[in-house]
């Protein structure tokens, strides 16, 4: 089986980090910015108060940085639009490498499901004809068990009882039970308990041992 590398995975990671990286760098720069436009539009707005006070020419400097920093906070807020665009650009071009990537992931992991399906096919196999075994062994017994005691029995005028009774195993019963009716079949609350839970049902456990000497 092929080692999965997953490079066309590991390129879009990268480029969602860096830009990810990229976005929260401009954030950041955006909101010192806006502080800094924020301070200087104060600024040249009391710098010219003032000059209107004192007959005087407004501070062109601070109207110049005010002018530079707003152009730099548009700039930056533009490039953080921009961002999305240009990762979702360059994904579009890895759509068809990743999902080769996922058919590979998906036909590699399918040998090792193949393999488990496998095995439980074989005990499934194993299982069934168990039943057959166990079928066979109940009808030579029910017929050795008549053949040995019908006669008698009416003779004596005894209960001979059913033979199709004894040793029995009910395949119509809904879920496993407890006990002396705990059952060596395997019922859908066992396998749904193993499906859904992941474990072995409680009862079951309890009764691992039940038909040992």
């Given at each position: ?10 390129r ?5 980090d ?7 760098k ?8 806006q ?109 050795e ?49 193993a ?18 000497q």
């Amino acid at each position: 089986m092929a080692i999965f590398k997953g490079d066309a995975i590991k390129r879009v990671n990268k480029l969602l980090d860096k830009g990810e990286a990229r976005r929260t760098k401009l954030q950041e720069k955006i909101e010192t910015l806006q502080e800094e436009v924020n301070f200087l539009y104060q600024a040249v707005q009391d710098d010219f108060n003032e000059a209107i006070l004192e007959d005087k020419e407004p501070n062109k400097k601070l109207s110049s940085d005010l002018e530079k920093a707003r152009e730099e906070l548009a700039q930056a807020q533009f490039q953080q639009s921009q961002i999305d665009a240009v990762i979702q650009s360059e994904m579009d071009k890895q759509k068809e490498a990743i999902d080769k990537e996922r058919r590979d992931f998906v036909a590699d992991k399918g040998e090792e499901f193949r393999e488990l399906f496998d095995e439980i096919n074989e005990l499934k196999m194993v299982y069934l004809n168990k039943l057959i075994e166990y079928r066979n062994k109940h009808r030579e017994y029910e017929f050795e068990y008549r053949g040995t005691f019908k006669d008698v029995s009416e003779r004596l005028g005894l209960r001979m009882g059913d033979p199709r009774e004894h040793h029995s195993i009910n395949i119509n019963q809904r879920y496993q039970l407890d006990g002396r009716y705990y059952s060596p079949l395997v019922y859908m609350d066992e396998i749904r308990e193993a499906f859904v839970d992941g474990k072995i049902s409680f009862t079951t456990l309890k009764n691992k041992d039940a038909f040992k000497q």
